[in-house]
């Protein structure tokens, strides 16, 4: 019998169409990868390598916010994790007990979507003992965001007269969504974007058509093999404008020019210069983004 992948419409999405999983299929250098008695799908480590089920090419359309629902145990202990998701934004999910624990985030596709990286895969990273995997749930999602008096924010955004705040949620449910993303082509690991070669993240902040002042892009690299991080900005058109820089471990504030403003909105992009990807299917990136604000004080 197949692994049981199994088709879920979940009833808390509005107007949601579910995705058709094909069963899982084993990669395993180890040949470590494989189905349990009881029909679920598990992966088991020796403490040092990486295994996972994963899925063929799914049908995932570029830029779709997704939600993905599953269940999973492990062998407890604190060494290691089992991993989950689609192989461009995987969420670690920690040390887990033997019991079932049930999983549920978001994702949004990266703008440009094919065969080699449409997947989704479950396994374990330098995991001590099996992580088991089963109810896996595929669906296309519509955010609601919080609205009042005709302005919408979403998770991470905070409007306080006139100060507008977005600190991205990277760490939470949300993993590599926020109203203000508008496309990316980069990976995502948890709780931080992994950025490699041609890899970029492009925010545009808006506020109920309100025009913004002043403002200043917050952003902090926490982990460094290679590369820069180049902050661009722009109010119009796609003439970007460097804005900073960041070669190292750290944080950086950059300034949106003065002389752009005032402006209903003003699109920030996060791209990787001379960053090469660094080389296995748990490639850790040649940098990656921790942290990402954006505040602004606005008209009105």
Known sequence: APARVMLLLLAALARAETVALPSATAWSPEGTAWRPADGAFAAAGNGDDTTFWRTPPLPLVPGRLYALAFRARGPGGARGTPVSGPVFRNRDLGALGTAWTEFRSVFVAPRAVGPANSWLRFGQWHLSGTAVFDGVALASAVPVY?????????????LSGTVYAFEAPLGGESLNHARP???????????RWVFGAGADVVYRHEVAGRRQTAAVVMVSVTYREGGTLLVEACTSG??????????????AACVIPRSWLPAAAVRVRLRALDAKALGTRSDPGAFQVGAYAYHAAILG
């Open 146 to 158: 919080a609205e009042r008096d005709g302005v919408e924010l979403g998770a991470g955004e905070r």
């Open 181 to 191: 993303l508008a496309s990316h082509a980069c990976g995502f690991n948890s709780s």
């Open 238 to 251: 796609t003439a970007w404008t460097e804005i900073g820089r960041l070669a190292a471990v750290g944080r």
